[in-house]
Structures are given as C-alpha cells and as structure tokens.
C-alpha cells in the first residue's frame, strides 16, 4: 500500500511538472484587451474575462458614446457564451479606441451575433467597420447570420492606438458589436518574407509582416475542430472534409507522441499541437509510386491576394529521411521535392510552414495539393498535410472588403447627415417665412390708419385769421 501511494505521488509530482511547463510556455500578449459589449457585469469564456464596455477597468474607451446604446438578449440563448447575450448598438459613427503598448501585429477579433429584444431586432442592422484606417467590412448586415460569428484580422500597429469605428450604411440602419478582442501577436507569427506565385514563377514577396490580413479559412488536416481553448492564441480550426476535393488514396494519420517544437522554428502560436499531430498523406504500399494528388480547395473572392500558410509535421515516417514531395498552389509548384528532415534539422514530429502569397482570379478559388516528386521512394510517406490557412490581404485602396478607401465610407455617412439636414433646415425657413407673411397680413387687417399731425404750424391771431377769411372770400 505504502509503494502505491509513492508511486501515485511521484506521478502527480510528474503531472504537475509538466503542467507548470506547459503553463510558462504559454503565450502571454502585452496588449491584451477582450471587451464584452453592451454588457453591464463581466464575461468569462474558456478561461478568457471579457470586461464590461461600461466598465472604467476596460482600458477602452467608447467614443459617440451619446449614439450608442446597450441592447439585451429578450431571452436566454442556451448553450451560448454570456458575451453573445448582450450588444454594442450605434446608430451614428461610434468607435472603440485601445492603447497599444506594443507594436507590431495584432489581431483584432470582432464577435457578432444577431438577436431580438422588446427594443430592436439586430437582424435588421446594416454597417461598415474600419480598423486603424483599414476597411473590414462594408454592408455587413446582421440579417445573415445563423449562428455567432467571428471576424478575425491582422494587421501591423506603429501608432500608440488601435481605433476600431461602426459605422452604419443608412440612416434607417444600425450598428452592432457582441465583443472584441485586441491581442499583440507573436513577433514569429507573421513574418516579413513569402513566396509569390505567380503561375509558374516563384519569387520572394517582401514586407509581408506589414500587410492587414483577414483570415478566411483555417482548417486542421485529418484530425477534428480544434477549439480555442486548446490554442495558445485562441484560434478556432475546422476539419478539412468540407474542402478535400477528393479523399482518395489518401491516409488519415494520428500522432500520439509529442510535437517537437524547435526555437526559429515553427511555434506554438504558429500552430498548436492539435493540428500537427494528426494528417492526411499520400503513402505507397508496393513498389509503385501512387500517381495522385491530395487537393483541397477554397471559394474566395477575386482581384485580392491570398495569404497561403500550409503546416507540414512529419508524423508517419519511420525514419529521417524518407519524406519527399512536391507542393502545389493553384495548380502551380511552388515548392519542388520538400525534404521535411532537411527544413526541421533533422529530427522527426517537428513542425514546419511554408506561406505563399497567390492572385485570385476569376475562377474564384484558391487550391493546395501535395504529391509524390521524383524523388519519392517505395513503400514510404510519399507527401504529407496537417494544416491550412487562407487569409485574404488588403486591396491597393487599405480595404478588405470592396474598392473604396476609409475616407469615402466616412465621407458617405457625412454627405447622408447633410443630405438629410439641408432639407431640413430648407423647411424650418419655408415655416418662419409663411408666419412671418401671415403676421402682416393679420397687421393690415386689425390696425387703424393715422398720419402725424404737424406740430411746427405757427400761432395765428384772431385778427389776422378774420382777416385771411376775408380775402378769401
């Protein structure tokens, strides 16, 4: 018994050694700001607090604060996080402004979710929002969702702070925000140099790290959703199934050991171990090479470029090596006979990524395959995915959604507000000039006429006016 008890002891030595680890590897953001809107208490979401807008501890501050109002759910959303109960509602330009003590990336992650109350049905919201300058979205409209929905961005921060400004379309629509989140990156999380394809040319797109990104997909490979409670950075990834063109001849794979991550390499933030451990491959059987690819492909919207980060972890070779294949994006190879050894230092389970920055065109998607290369051996891996991510980057105007620059959507607001004042003020003259001619009229009508009598005529005797009298006559 006295054994047992040791022995259980020393495993919970174990555990808690491995968990204080774990705990002083996480991520810690100097810029950490989640705020829960329209709120009036605190919200806690997988071990996150977002704090109140209405709270002076949020460290943010709410501008237009006269044209904005909070908005609760009329009843509960079971199943729902609190922070999806409540809304942020602007009827004119309202923004949010945050203090940045570190710069660099950030993301800024924006929660929305359509509810009615007794007050108004979010539903019928229509609204543009800019971020730093940046426009995020134009016409989004709560008429759409179906259920909660995050927008996610990134972008580099140089200033000491971040605005974020709701701004509805018309003057018959609104704005809404459920909550928001400002987090400094990593600084490995985006770097400064891709590669641009550009049909079957490849060449280094330089000063990738100070684009603004929206991210449109991120998909884990083989393995299932992976949650932001389990990601350092509190990403969401889906599974691949939705995308993967065509499954066969390929292998789902999963990795019960740990990731090997490396420092300079591929981080934690990068990506969690949820998405490398698990991968779909292409693997020979016989003595014959499969003459396949893996392809998965993503709906995207055209004349913007993509951000293509694919997330490579050798987790099915049986020795260093062996792994070699070719990495194709749009149809083009963009990464000829990968050797993920050679990239990871030779060591087995550590992860790898590779960003490419393609065109959209009008095909209206973007596609990724791995396959065998020339140098694929027999009876081994011959090409491996665990992850991807798509994120579309700002057009020449500072815009991720449509052509016009931030400049124009204010300016579209201000032309609405005179538009709308003008005849207003039109009528209030029309008004004080119909009573201005009516109290004339009224003036003429009741008022005697009179004429001033003189009072300078000179005195006149009794004698001389007998006198004028008779030479009248």
Same mark, same amino acid.
């Given at each position: 018994?006295?054994?047992?008890?040791?022995?259980?002891?020393?495993?919970?030595?174990?555990?808690?050694?491995?968990?204080?680890?774990?705990?002083?590897?996480?991520?810690?953001?100097?810029?950490?700001?989640?705020?829960?809107?329209?709120?009036?208490?605190?919200?806690?979401?997988?071990?996150?607090?977002?704090?109140?807008?209405?709270?002076?501890?949020?460290?943010?501050?709410?501008?237009?604060?006269?044209?904005?109002?909070? =908005?609760?759910?009329?009843?509960?959303?079971?199943?729902?996080?609190?922070?999806?109960?409540?809304?942020?509602?602007?009827?004119?330009?309202?923004?949010?402004?945050?203090?940045?003590?570190?710069?660099?990336?950030?993301?800024?992650?924006?929660?929305?979710?359509?509810?009615?109350?007794?007050?108004?049905?979010?539903?019928?919201?229509?609204?543009?929002?800019?971020?730093?300058?940046?426009?995020?979205?134009?016409?989004?409209?709560?008429?759409? =969702?179906?259920?909660?929905?995050?927008?996610?961005?990134?972008?580099?921060?140089?200033?000491?702070?971040?605005?974020?400004?709701?701004?509805?379309?018309?003057?018959?629509?609104?704005?809404?925000?459920?909550?928001?989140?400002?987090?400094?990156?990593?600084?490995?999380?985006?770097?400064?140099?891709?590669?641009?394809?550009?049909?079957?040319?490849?060449?280094?797109?330089?000063?990738?790290?100070?684009?603004?990104?929206?991210?449109?997909?991120?998909?884990?490979?083989?393995?299932?959703?992976?949650?932001?409670?389990?990601?350092?950075?509190?990403?969401?990834?889906?599974?691949?199934?939705?995308?993967?063109?065509?499954?066969?001849?390929?292998?789902?794979?999963?990795?019960?050991?740990?990731?090997?991550?490396?420092?300079?390499?591929?981080?934690?933030?990068?990506?969690?171990?949820?998405?490398?451990?698990?991968?779909?491959?292409?693997?020979?059987?016989?003595?014959?090479?499969?003459?396949?690819?893996?392809?998965?492909?993503?709906?995207?919207?055209?004349?913007?470029?993509?951000?293509?980060?694919?997330?490579?972890?050798?987790?099915?070779?049986?020795?260093?090596?062996?792994?070699?294949?070719?990495?194709?994006?749009?149809?083009? =190879?963009?990464?000829?006979?990968?050797?993920?050894?050679?990239?990871?230092?030779?060591?087995?389970?550590?992860?790898?990524?590779?960003?490419?920055?393609?065109?959209?065109?009008?095909?209206?998607?973007?596609?990724?395959?791995?396959?065998?290369?020339?140098?694929?051996?027999?009876?081994?891996?011959?090409?491996?995915?665990?992850?991807?991510?798509?994120?579309?980057?700002?057009?020449?105007?500072?815009?991720?959604?449509?052509?016009?620059?931030?400049?124009?959507?204010?300016?579209?607001?201000?032309?609405?507000?005179?538009?709308?004042?003008?005849?207003?003020?039109?009528?209030?003259? =029309?008004?004080?000039?119909?009573?201005?001619?009516?109290?004339?009229?009224?003036?003429?009508?009741?008022?005697?006429?009179?004429?001033?009598?003189?009072?300078?005529?000179?005195?006149?005797?009794?004698?001389?006016?007998?006198?004028?009298?008779?030479?009248?006559?």
């Amino acid at each position: 018994m006295e054994t047992l008890l040791t022995r259980f002891g020393f495993s919970l030595f174990l555990l808690c050694i491995f968990t204080f680890y774990d705990l002083s590897l996480s991520f810690s953001p100097i810029d950490n700001y989640l705020v829960n809107c329209g709120a009036s208490l605190d919200s806690t979401v997988d071990n996150r607090r977002f704090v109140s807008d209405s709270s002076d501890s949020s460290n943010s501050h709410l501008l237009s604060s006269a044209q904005t109002f909070s =908005l609760c759910a009329g009843t509960l959303l079971p199943g729902l996080p609190q922070i999806y109960h409540t809304a942020r509602v602007c009827k004119a330009p309202s923004k949010y402004v945050f203090y940045v003590k570190d710069p660099g990336t950030h993301l800024v992650r924006l929660h929305f979710h359509q509810f009615s109350s007794s007050k108004l049905n979010l539903g019928d919201s229509q609204f543009h929002v800019l971020v730093d300058g940046l426009v995020a979205l134009t016409n989004f409209t709560g008429g759409n =969702l179906v259920g909660p929905k995050v927008m996610e961005y990134l972008l580099w921060v140089n200033s000491e702070k971040l605005e974020i400004t709701f701004v509805p379309a018309k003057k018959s629509k609104f704005a809404f925000v459920n909550a928001i989140e400002v987090i400094s990156a990593p600084k490995d999380l985006i770097l400064e140099t891709a590669q641009y394809v550009n049909g079957d040319k490849v060449e280094n797109f330089e000063g990738l790290n100070k684009q603004a990104f929206e991210v449109v997909y991120r998909v884990t490979v083989g393995g299932p959703k992976v949650t932001p409670f389990n990601d350092s950075l509190w990403r969401t990834w889906v599974p691949d199934d939705e995308y993967l063109k065509s499954s066969e001849g390929s292998t789902k794979v999963y990795f019960s050991g740990r990731i090997k991550y490396q420092d300079g390499r591929a981080s934690r933030e990068v990506g969690p171990e949820n998405v490398y451990d698990s991968a779909r491959l292409i693997q020979s059987k016989n003595a014959l090479i499969p003459n396949v690819n893996l392809t998965w492909e993503f709906p995207v919207i055209e004349d913007y470029k993509y951000l293509v980060r694919m997330h490579f972890c050798d987790i099915a070779s049986i020795s260093l090596g062996l792994l070699f294949f070719n990495v194709y994006v749009n149809g083009h =190879l963009a990464y000829k006979d990968l050797d993920l050894s050679a990239v990871t230092n030779y060591l087995l389970a550590s992860p790898f990524y590779a960003d490419f920055v393609v065109d959209a065109d009008h095909s209206g998607v973007v596609s990724v395959s791995v396959g065998p290369s020339s140098k694929s051996m027999a009876y081994t891996v011959d090409a491996i995915l665990n992850g991807v991510e798509i994120m579309k980057m700002n057009n020449s105007v500072g815009s991720l959604d449509g052509k016009l620059p931030a400049e124009l959507v204010l300016k579209c607001w201000l032309r609405r507000s005179v538009g709308i004042l003008l005849p207003l003020i039109a009528l209030v003259c =029309l008004l004080l000039s119909l009573l201005a001619i009516m109290h004339r009229r009224k003036d003429k009508v009741y008022s005697v006429p009179w004429s001033r009598l003189p009072v300078d005529v000179p005195e006149i005797s009794p004698k001389q006016g007998k006198q004028q009298l008779s030479n009248k006559v």
